[in-house]
């Protein structure tokens, strides 16, 4: 057989796929958003904590499906590296973010249809403060492996804690 002709080789062992970028994950949550027959029947709501779900596990990406009841909100927390988009479908949210150290903190209200995304430094808080809940749609790569918690103090943000998938 011609060497043109052959099998693709399979990937070398240990080879990782690089990282989607956020706008291919935005495009992704988007899609996923116009089709809510795939995870509107799954949404549910908690009064403990924000509800989430994972829909989907590839081995460069995830998506998650979170809902948010008044008052739910996230802490301000980063991506452990992983590159991230997400998607209000349903409801209303703000997000408070660190434009830069000489940027000072952003707010954003993002209604439904609004659409994120963000590379491996972000960090942010997401907060329902509407009188209503929300669900979004969220998508990372790769796989998140770990989140740190932070604290929003007078000098700046401070790391509080950093979390594995156990904690979530
Ligand atoms: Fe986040």
Known sequence: MPADLAAPAPPEAGSVRPPLSPNALRRLVRDLAERPERWLHRVRLSGEDRW?????????YEVWLISWLPG???????????????????????????????HGLTVRRLTAGAERA???????????????????????????ARMSRYELRAG?????????????
């Not at 998607?87 to 000489?102: K, M, Q, S």
């Not at 942010?124 to 009188?131: E, Y």
């Not at 979390?163 to 979530?168: L, R, V």
């Open 118 to 144: 963000f590379g491996p430094q972000y960090l942010h808080d997401v907060r329902n403060t509407s009188p209503g809940p929300a669900v979004t749609l969220h998508a990372y790569s790769p796989p998140l």
């Open 156 to 168: 700046g943000l401070a790391r509080t804690a950093t979390e594995g998938p156990e904690q979530w």
């Open 52 to 60: 989430y779900e994972r829909l989907e596990l590839a081995p460069d």
């Open 72 to 102: 739910q909100s996230t802490g301000f927390h980063d991506h452990g590296g992983s590159r991230g988009a997400f998607t209000v479908a349903l409801g209303e949210l703000e997000e408070l973010a660190l434009a830069g150290p000489e």
